[in-house]
């Protein structure tokens, strides 16, 4: 008697507890290694799972996908659109297929400075092209993550000072995005479509001789070990979208989706920071300029760049957005009125 009353006097006490709720489980998918001490991209995912972990008290809980196990950025970009997964950071070109207008950000030669294009891609551009993409998508943005600064031209064949030194060259291209296929046709260069997960590959194999990444992402992924020579031509400022799945996020508590939106703003910020340390370092630009030979176009061999590869590509950019094209126009008036 004795026992079932303490078996019973313990079932009570338990059921008095508060059950303990499974934390809401977040996925981030990215291509990028997963190396936050040099990788901008895995510097924001880590910093967004550490403070929701914090600031939700574990009831909010990320687990990254990285180095493109789950895909491709177009892949990536799809599986989250569809649910399969709640969030990803991808390239712009891994998001036109679902989002057009993002491509007006690809206009080469847009921004003079980082400092500019940060605002940019921070305002009322943004805020504008936000509200679009979840009234035309199943997709939320975030926001932009900083790539690492400006793309820089690499290659294993020549050194590159003008746009005629490119001539012949296969250099990678993003599959089905017109504007970077307008860019190095520009130059009469081959554009060779490759995706992200087989870059290095067909680098090392020589199936392609040169790309265009920002400094911190060739050596993160190693880049530099298959090519001789870089250029800082400084053309292209093409930062990771940060995508969310619209009915994820919905489902969520106020409270909850509050917090994933403070805690993406704030991991970006973080990723600048993370940017402009590592581009003073061995693994941004100061490491880059001692493993290749580094090429730095005056200003008037830059306008020569310029003149030769920004008109086809805003050629191709309208063509390619149709009835969007207003986008370029409303992209043009963000950089006109920044600082």
Do not use: C
Not at 116 to 141: H, I, N, S, Y
Not at 174 to 181: K, R, V, Y
Not at 210 to 230: C, E, H, K, L, W
Not at 242 to 250: D, M, P, S
């Amino acid at each position: 008697m004795l026992k079932r009353s303490l078996l019973g006097l313990a079932f009570m006490v338990l059921a008095a507890l508060p059950v303990r709720a499974e934390p809401v489980q977040i996925f981030l998918a990215h291509a990028q290694p997963q190396v936050s001490a040099s990788d901008p991209v895995a510097a924001v995912a880590a910093e967004f799972r550490r403070l929701l972990a914090e600031r939700s008290q574990g009831r909010l809980a990320v687990e990254i996908f990285p180095d493109g196990v789950l895909g491709g950025n177009r892949d990536m970009a799809s599986l989250t659109s569809k649910g399969v997964i709640q969030s990803a950071l991808v390239t712009v070109g891994g998001v036109t297929a679902l989002y057009p207008p993002l491509m007006a950000t690809q206009l080469p030669f847009a921004f003079d400075t980082i400092a500019q294009a940060r605002e940019v891609m921070a305002g009322p551009f943004v805020r504008d092209m936000a509200t679009d993409m979840a009234a035309r998508t199943k997709l939320t943005l975030l926001g932009f993550a900083d790539p690492g600064g400006f793309h820089v031209l690499t290659n294993l064949d020549r050194p590159i000072t003008d746009p005629d030194d490119m001539w012949g060259l296969r250099l990678r291209a993003i599959p089905g995005f017109a504007p970077l296929d307008a860019m190095i046709t520009a130059v009469n260069a081959r554009p060779v479509q490759v995706s992200s997960r087989d870059e290095l590959s067909m680098l090392a194999m020589g199936a392609i001789d040169g790309q265009m990444s920002p400094p911190a992402v060739i050596m993160a992924r190693n880049f530099d070990t298959v090519q001789r020579y870089a250029t800082f031509i400084d053309a292209i400022y093409s930062p990771y979208v940060w995508l969310f799945n619209t009915a994820a996020l919905n489902a969520m508590t106020a409270e909850d989706a509050a917090l994933v939106r403070q805690a993406a703003s704030d991991a970006l910020a973080f990723g600048r920071h993370t940017v402009d340390a590592v581009d003073k370092t061995e693994r941004g630009r100061v490491g880059l300029a001692k493993r290749l030979t580094v090429l730095t176009p005056s200003p008037q061999e830059r306008q020569q760049f310029k003149e030769t590869m920004q008109p086809p590509v805003e050629e191709a950019i309208v063509e390619a957005l149709g009835k969007d094209a207003a986008w370029l126009e409303k992209f043009r008036t963000a950089i006109s009125t920044s600082h």
